[in-house]
């Protein structure tokens, strides 16, 4: 089977549309953020200002988390970061190329 490198561009796309719609729709979700392994947005839901600050700092803390999960035993990776407050909670799924917030 032969699929076209721009419709399987585009299938993705539409998943990750859908996905990212589905978190939105979440009882007490805010916004949603899509950020490249550079710390550029991808796909936001929120406005550009605050979109920069959170993916400024979750990048950092992302980093500094992985390495120290990697510290404690080099054969593991951080997969999921989880961060709570009293008023807020941001859950972090970093993967190789991008991560979401």
């Known amino acids: 089977m032969l699929i076209h490198t721009k419709s399987l ?3 993705f796309k539409s998943e990750v549309e859908e996905t990212f719609k589905r978190l939105l ?3 007490g979700v805010i916004g949603a953020i899509i950020v490249s392994s550079d710390g550029i947005a991808v796909r936001t839901s929120m406005d550009n ?3 920069n600050h ?3 700092l979750i990048q950092q ?3 500094k988390s992985r390495s120290a999960v ?3 035993d080099p054969s593991n990776d951080l997969t ?3 961060i709570r407050s009293t008023r807020n909670e941001i ?3 970093p993967g190789s190329i991008f991560f979401s917030l």
């Open 61 to 63: 803390l992302v980093a």
């Open 54 to 56: 959170y993916c400024g």
């Open 49 to 51: 200002s605050t979109t």
């Open 9 to 11: 561009v585009y299938i």
């Open 25 to 27: 729709a979440h009882k």
């Open 70 to 72: 990697r510290d404690l």
């Open 80 to 82: 999921f970061l989880r």
């Open 91 to 93: 859950m972090v799924a």
